[in-house]
């Protein structure tokens, strides 16, 4: 199975809700990113978090991380239409310097 | 800045046929990675490069080659296209290591036949 796994799967929510998403892990990591993916795009980095840090701001979206857990979790604040996308996180294992495992994604639908 | 780049956008092959999915960035990064999607699955890491003329193979390599010429350009090389490897391909550019923020190309979209 993979390193990073998003829950939930699919999520929908109107437009002005919060929205948050949640990615556990296996193995100890480096670094731990939400990528953003609109359909038939290319990836766009959202947010990275260290392991030595437990929160982090970028505008709407707030990232924490608990390492003990071994889980992150992704909120949008005041989601709009604009939201709707596929997110994903994704894991810099430590120890492994080589790459970044993805997991496989929340599909966020944001009605308006 | 363009950023990263990738053509063509999509492509249908036969069984057997061979191609080049290109890719280009223009951020003067070292490390370049190409990666496969598939349905309900996350990114796949094919081949990485971690500067001109020093590439190494990722998770799932079989079936594919790369080169890495110049910083600039990491082209893609489909060797023999089978129908398992119908995907999408994305080519990403990262300024430090493998594990920092990655910037991703548009993709390929590849059908094989």
């Known amino acids: 199975s993979q390193q990073g796994e998003e829950d939930p799967q699919a999520l929908s929510i109107q437009e002005g809700e919060n929205a948050t998403m949640n990615c556990s892990y296996k193995?100890?990591?480096?670094?731990l990113q939400w990528y953003r993916q609109n359909s038939g795009r290319g990836l766009v980095h959202l947010i990275l978090?260290?392991?030595?840090?437990r929160e982090k701001h970028s505008g709407r979206l707030r990232v924490t991380l608990d390492t003990s857990k071994k889980s992150s979790s992704l909120l949008i604040t005041a989601s709009r239409a604009a939201d709707t996308a596929s997110y994903f996180c994704?894991?810099?294992?430590?120890?492994?310097?080589?790459?970044?495992?993805f997991g496989s994604g929340t599909q966020l639908t944001v009605l308006p | 800045n363009a950023g990263v780049t990738q053509t063509p956008k999509f492509q249908v092959l036969k069984t057997g046929q061979s191609m080049t999915l290109q890719c280009a960035q223009d951020?003067?990064?070292?490390?370049m990675s190409w990666y496969r999607q598939d349905p309900g699955m996350g990114l796949r890491l094919i081949h990485y490069?971690?500067?001109?003329?020093?590439?190494d193979q990722g998770e799932v390599p079989n079936g594919y080659n790369v080169s890495r010429s110049t910083t600039e350009d990491f082209p893609l090389r489909l060797l023999s296209a089978a129908p398992s490897q119908t995907s999408v391909y994305f080519c990403?550019?990262?300024?430090?290591?493998?594990?920092?923020?990655?910037?991703f190309g548009p993709g390929t979209r590849l059908l094989v036949l």
């Open positions: 990403a550019s990262s300024r430090g290591t493998l594990q920092e923020t990655q910037y």
């Open positions: 193995t100890s990591i480096n670094n």
């Open positions: 978090i260290r392991s030595n840090e």
């Open positions: 994704a894991t810099a294992v430590s120890g492994s310097a080589r790459q970044l495992t």
């Open positions: 951020m003067n990064h070292e490390y």
């Open positions: 490069s971690v500067g001109a003329g020093i590439t």
